[in-house]
C-alpha cells in the first residue's frame, strides 16, 4: 500500500472517532462564545476537535506544518513541505442553532500540491473524500462528474454575508442571472453541493484557507474550475473570496464580477 492510501485510511479512522465523539457530546454544554462578531461563534467542540487532530498529526507526522482554525496549530507563512488545513466544524453556527448542516474538514498539501481532502457532513453520515488524481467519493463510491451548464441552467449557492453586501450588487445580479441562490451555511457542504451538481457555482467571499482547502482538490478533480473573484488562483496563505463552478458558469461569473 502506498503512504498515501495509508494517510488516507488512518485520516478516516480519525474522523470516525471524531463523529463518534461529536455524537457522544452533543446533548452536553457546548460553551459557545462569540470571537470577531455576534455571529461568528466557537464551542467546546471546535477547540476539542481541532485539538484531538492535532495532537494525532504531530504523534504521526511531526514535521509537518498545520493550519487550523482555533490556533492549535502552527504560524504557517509558506506551502513547502507538507501542510496540514484543519476546520475542526465548518458551521460553527449551524452546529449551535441546528445541530446539523456541519462538517468536519481536513486537507493535505506537499509544496502547495493537494494530497488529500475530507469534508465529513456528521449528521448525514456522509464522508467526501480525495485523493489526488483518483476523483471525488462519498462513503467510498465514486461521484460523477456534473454536466457542465451555464448559469442559466440552474441554480448558486453563495453566503448570506456576500448576497446581503449593498457594496457588491453584482452578486445579486448574479443570483438574478441563474435559476435560484440557495444558502447553507458551511462552506465545505456549499462545495459539496457544487460537486453533486446540485447547483453549479459557490461563490463567497474572504473565506479562510481550511474554508476552502479540500474543496480546492474537490473541484479539479472533478474537472471544475476554482478561482477567485478576479479569476487568479486561490491562494492558501491568504483570505480568498472564491468561485468554485461547472467551467461554463465559472467563465461567465468571472466576466460579470469583472464588468
Ligand atoms: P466556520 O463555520 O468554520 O466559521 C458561512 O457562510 C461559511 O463561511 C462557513 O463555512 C464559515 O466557516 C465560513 N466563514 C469564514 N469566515 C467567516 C466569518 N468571519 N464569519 C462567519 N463565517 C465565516
Ligand atoms: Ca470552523
Redesign the pocket.
Known amino acids: 500500500m502506498t503512504d498515501l492510501k495509508q494517510k488516507d485510511l488512518l485520516i478516516k479512522e480519525w474522523l470516525e472517532e471524531i463523529k463518534t465523539y461529536i455524537i457522544e457530546q452533543k446533548n452536553e454544554d457546548l460553551e459557545v462564545s462569540q470571537k470577531?462578531?455576534d455571529?461568528?461563534l466557537v464551542t467546546r467542540m471546535d477547540k476539542t476537535i481541532e485539538e484531538k487532530l492535532v495532537g494525532k498529526i504531530r504523534s504521526h507526522f511531526p514535521s509537518d506544518k498545520i493550519v487550523g482554525?482555533e490556533g492549535f496549530g502552527d504560524q504557517v507563512d509558506s506551502l513547502e513541505g507538507t501542510v496540514w488545513f484543519i476546520?475542526p466544524?465548518?458551521?460553527?453556527?449551524n452546529f449551535v442553532k441546528q445541530q446539523e448542516n456541519?462538517a468536519v474538514m481536513i486537507a493535505v498539501y506537499t509544496d502547495g500540491i493537494p494530497e488529500c481532502g475530507y469534508v465529513y457532513d456528521i449528521t448525514q453520515n456522509k464522508l467526501y473524500s480525495s485523493i489526488k488524481g483518483e476523483g471525488v467519493c462519498c462513503n467510498g463510491q465514486q461521484v460523477q462528474h456534473p454536466e457542465n451548464l451555464k448559469l442559466n441552467e440552474g441554480m448558486i449557492a453563495s453566503?448570506?454575508?456576500l448576497m446581503g453586501n449593498e457594496k457588491k450588487p453584482v452578486i445579486r445580479e448574479i443570483g438574478r442571472t441563474c435559476m435560484g441562490v440557495r444558502m447553507r451555511?458551511?462552506?465545505?457542504l456549499e462545495t459539496v453541493e457544487v460537486l453533486k451538481g446540485n447547483v453549479i457555482a459557490y461563490i463567497?467571499s474572504?473565506?479562510?484557507p481550511?474554508?476552502v482547502a479540500p474543496g480546492l482538490l474537490f473541484m479539479s478533480e472533478m474537472g471544475m474550475t476554482a478561482s477567485q473573484f478576479d479569476g487568479e488562483e486561490i491562494d492558501l496563505l491568504k483570505d480568498n473570496s472564491i468561485i468554485f463552478a461547472t467551467n461554463n458558469a465559472h467563465k461567465e461569473i468571472v466576466n460579470m464580477l469583472d464588468a
Open positions: 470577531t462578531a455571529n461568528d482554525e476546520d466544524i465548518d458551521g460553527t453556527l456541519f453566503s448570506s454575508a451555511g458551511s462552506a465545505g463567497a474572504n473565506l479562510k481550511w474554508d
